[in-house]
C-alpha cells in the first residue's frame, strides 16, 4: 500500500473512503472542493499525519496540474455533481464537472507520468428504464437523465484516454447508497429529516415525490470497501456494478423510518419533488463484481437507516 488519491474527499462518501482507506493502510492524498471542509474538521487528529489535503478545482487545469504532480500510486475519482436534481437545474455544470473535468484529470494524470490504477465511480442510473429486475455490466447504456449522460460519457473518457495511456483504469457504477452522513438532498436522509420535523410540530403528513419506484440501496460503508477491493483486484478497462441485487420499494422504506423516527404521518405527493422520467426500478446484478473481489454487502438494510436516523438526532 502506498498513497490514495481521492477526489471528493469531504463528500459524503470521500468522508467514509477516506476512513476506510486509512484503516487498510494507504496515506491519502485528499483533494477538496472549493469551499469544502478540510480533514482537521472530520478526521480524528491522529489520523491527520497520513493524509495530505489539497483545495482543487477539477475546471482548473493549472489545479489539475498541481495534483497529478502528488504521485499518487491509485487514484479514486468521486468529485462530480452528485444530485441528480442537481444536474437537471444545471446540466451544463453537470457535463463540466462530472464529464470534462473528469477527461482533464486523467489527461493530467497521464501526461505527468502518474496514471497507475484509476477508479471512476459512475453511476448504475447511466441504464435507464425498462429493466423489471438485476441488470448486468453487459446491458448497454441508456442514460434518462443529465446526471446519468455526465456519467456515461466520462465513463467513456477514462477507459479511451486510460487505456491508451498505459494506465488501469476500472469503472464501478454505483447504485443508490445511504448511511450516517449523508446529505438531505437524497432521498432516504430527506425522508428522515421530514419525519423527524413531522414528530417535533406534531404534523399529520409530509411531503414525498414518486414513492412507487424499487431501488437497490447500499450502506456506505459497504460501498467504500468494494472500491478497496476493486482498486486491488479490477480487472484493466472492466465494469463494475456495486450492488447489492435486492430491490426495495420505496415506499416500505419510508414506512420503516417512520418506525424508527417513532411517529405516525402520512405520505403526501409534492408534485415539485416528483421527479422527470423517474426510473421505476433499478437494480443491479453484483456477481462481476463478487467474482473478481468475493465482496458481498455487510451491513443490514435496517441498520443503515436506524444510523441514519440516529447520526440526524445528533
Avoid at 419506484?213 to 483486484?233: G, I, K, N, S
Wanted: charged residues 20%; contains cysteine.
Amino acid at each position: 500500500m502506498s498513497r490514495l488519491l481521492i477526489t471528493g474527499a469531504d463528500g459524503f462518501v470521500g468522508r467514509w473512503l477516506v476512513r476506510a482507506a486509512l484503516a487498510e493502510g494507504w496515506d491519502v492524498v485528499a483533494a477538496i472542493g472549493p469551499g469544502g471542509a478540510f480533514p482537521d474538521v472530520w478526521l480524528p487528529a491522529a489520523s491527520l499525519p497520513r493524509v495530505a489535503a489539497f483545495d482543487v478545482d477539477l475546471t482548473d487545469s493549472a489545479d489539475l496540474v498541481r495534483l497529478a504532480d502528488v504521485g499518487a500510486d491509485a487514484v479514486v475519482h468521486l468529485a462530480a455533481v452528485s444530485s441528480g436534481a442537481a444536474a437537471r437545474r444545471d446540466p451544463d455544470a453537470a457535463m463540466r464537472t462530472n464529464a470534462e473535468a473528469t477527461a482533464a484529470l486523467v489527461e493530467a494524470l497521464a501526461a505527468a507520468g502518474t496514471l497507475a490504477r484509476f477508479l471512476f465511480v459512475s453511476t448504475g442510473e447511466v441504464y435507464g428504464s425498462g429493466h423489471a429486475g438485476p441488470i448486468a455490466e453487459t446491458t448497454p447504456p441508456s442514460p434518462v437523465s443529465p446526471y446519468a449522460e455526465s456519467k456515461r460519457l466520462a465513463e467513456v473518457a477514462v477507459l479511451e484516454i486510460g487505456a491508451g495511456r498505459g494506465a488501469w483504469p476500472i469503472i464501478a457504477r454505483a447504485f443508490p447508497h445511504s448511511g450516517p452522513g449523508q446529505s438531505t438532498a437524497f432521498v432516504l436522509p430527506a425522508f428522515a429529516a421530514r419525519l423527524a420535523e413531522a414528530r417535533r410540530t406534531g404534523a399529520t403528513r409530509f411531503a414525498v415525490g414518486n414513492l412507487d419506484v424499487t431501488r437497490d440501496f447500499l450502506d456506505v460503508r459497504d460501498v467504500v470497501r468494494a472500491y478497496l477491493l476493486l482498486l486491488a483486484h479490477g480487472g484493466c478497462g472492466e465494469v463494475y456494478n456495486v450492488a447489492s441485487g435486492t430491490g426495495r420499494h420505496l415506499a416500505a422504506c419510508v414506512q420503516r423510518l417512520a418506525e424508527l423516527v417513532g411517529v405516525s404521518a402520512t405520505p403526501e405527493t409534492d408534485p415539485a419533488l416528483v421527479r422527470p422520467a423517474d426510473i421505476p426500478v433499478l437494480i443491479g446484478d453484483p456477481a462481476r463484481l463478487r467474482a473478481a473481489t468475493g465482496w458481498t454487502p455487510q451491513v443490514p438494510f435496517d441498520q443503515t437507516l436506524e444510523d441514519l436516523v440516529n447520526a440526524q438526532a445528533h
